[in-house]
């Protein structure tokens, strides 16, 4: 349902209003559409005085930073993008629950040590109001070091954002939401360089085919395919090339997993289990 432009305009006076009252500031920026928005209206509200940081690791797809590099050049903010070292961290490849607070730990570390070296007064990133539906454990992260949220600050929901995003011309307003690839493993799978570029390039292929919204979840041997219900069929039709190029990379089975594409499936285990007390495990966006 879309908002209407009076209430959008207010919001985004509001978000406009928030970062200008930072002074200075890095943004997260990640290539979603979320980051993208925020780095806009930040480079609006502060012109030089606000940066782009996205850091680059092996569970970013390289498309993904190629999309981070392309935004920031089409919104005219600075962008620097730096080495991030969670795959060093045993806590982290050891793949619990709180996999990703330690991802950020690292990232917010880093931002923050560039940012007092280059005089930027805040860190911000693409939280949204939408956000508070499901298990983010990063979100610790961001409060430990101070981290702001303005679009949630602003009371802005995705579909909000997307509206926005469109507005301003910005090229992934109907981006599908996305994920580090480190989401595409079962909780208590060890985390490996080689098993995230399986990974990257098993969904590269699905997207060379011309497919949306899906994910590659890595079960050892097994490939499980969620994609979006409406793109099954077509996906069927290719269904002997997928397979070729799925034994390429050094899997054993290929499954279609016939729920389709869920957000956070892989939180579903933990959520049956109680040891995660709340999440919205079937919302599509």
Partial sequence: MSVSNSDLDTKYQHLLQNLAELESAVIALSGGVDSALLAYAAHQALGERAI???????????????????????????????????MENPRYTANPLERCYFCKVETFTEIERMAQEQGYKAICYGENLDDNSDFRPGSNAAREFGVCSPLKEARLGKQEIRQLAQ???????????????????????????????????????????????????????????????????????????????????????????????????????????????????????
């Fill in 167 to 285: 507005r301003f011309d910005l090229p992934v307003w109907d981006k599908p939401a996305s994920a580090c690839l480190s989401s595409r493993f079962p909780y208590g799978a060890e985390i490996t360089i080689e098993k995230l570029s399986q990974v990257e390039e098993a969904e590269d292929y699905l997207w060379e085919l011309g497919f949306q919204q899906y994910r590659v979840r890595h079960h050892d041997t097994i490939a499980r395919i969620e994609i979006a219900e409406d793109e099954m069929g077509d996906l069927l039709k290719h269904a002997q090339s997928i397979v070729e190029r799925f034994r390429q990379l050094g899997f054993k089975y290929i499954a279609l997993d016939l729920a389709g594409y869920r957000r956070g499936s892989l939180n579903e285990p933990a959520i049956s289990t109680g040891l995660i007390p709340f999440a919205v495990i079937d919302q599509k966006l």
């Fill in 52 to 86: 782009a940081m996205t850091a680059d690791s092996p569970s970013l797809p390289r498309r993904e930073l190629a999309e981070a590099r392309r935004l920031a050049q089409k919104i005219g903010i600075r962008h620097i993008v730096f080495n991030s070292h969670e």
